[in-house]
């Protein structure tokens, strides 16, 4: 009983049964991300790769995995922005290194712009997220490898599927020690094959057209 027109934001190839989903009725144009306002960010001092961290708006109450990141990754090299949200306090979470950047809120798009172009320039970048949809088709869009550590709902697939297609690992949330965290997060960072597979997701998701192909097909 589906519309005759069903798009949806996300490459063709991530969705799961793919050929379930005929292509005379279902669109899928990638990520939304045209016409946001732009936000200037600059990445922590060093000379590190980049490590972004975020649990998203709804779901990033957990201080105990915030403090794990910083054990893991605060003396690792790395530099690290992290997204916590309003709920947990950046005082709670330990010494920070100059090297790590904690903000309630950071322009996500610009700081997976950023770590983008870390990869253009041959040096690694990795989005620990929590797998929501709208996440991780950002990191689509920008070619970014994931460490998915899913907290609920349909994240747990999702993660699943980042796994499958070799564009980064999942954890689960209970088990994600700081040295597991480390040790998964220097894995994705290092694995020139899963960046090769994001250079081709990305480059599908652009092809895609986003808002400017939604907005043609409805017309």
């Known amino acids: ?11 063709r190839s991530f969705q799961v049964y793919a050929n379930e989903f005929p292509q005379s009725r279902y669109a899928f144009v990638g990520a939304s991300i045209d016409g946001r306002r732009h936000e200037p960010f600059e990445p922590p001092e060093g000379s590190g790769s980049l490590v972004y961290i975020s649990l998203g708006t709804e779901l990033n109450k957990s201080e105990r ?6 054990e893991a990754l605060g003396c690792s090299g790395v530099r690290v922005v992290m997204a916590i ?3 947990v306090r950046p005082e709670n979470l ?3 290194p100059p090297t790590t950047m904690v903000r309630s809120r950071v322009p996500q798009l610009e700081v997976l712009s950023q770590a983008s172009l870390f990869i253009t320039h041959s040096q690694a970048s990795l989005f620990i997220t929590h797998g929501g949809m709208n996440s ?3 990191a689509l869009f920008y070619g970014v490898p994931m460490l998915v550590v899913p907290v609920g709902n349909d994240q747990p697939t999702v993660a699943r599927r980042v796994e499958e297609l070799g564009l980064g690992e999942a954890l689960e949330i209970r088990e994600a ?3 597991v965290l480390r040790e998964a997060a220097m894995r994705v960072l290092s694995d020139r094959e899963c960046h ?11 092809n895609a057209g986003g808002n400017t192909t939604a907005a043609k097909l409805i017309i």
């Not at 009983?1 to 490459?11: F, G």
């Not at 090769?196 to 652009?206: D, G, K």
């Open 94 to 96: 330990g010494p920070l």
């Open 1 to 11: 009983n589906s519309p005759a027109l069903n798009i949806t934001y996300t490459p």
């Open 196 to 206: 090769a597979r994001l250079s081709e997701f990305r480059q599908e998701t652009r």
């Open 177 to 179: 020690t700081p040295n």
């Open 65 to 70: 995995f915030f403090r794990r990141c910083v």
């Open 85 to 87: 949200g309003n709920s």
């Open 136 to 138: 991780v088709n950002e």
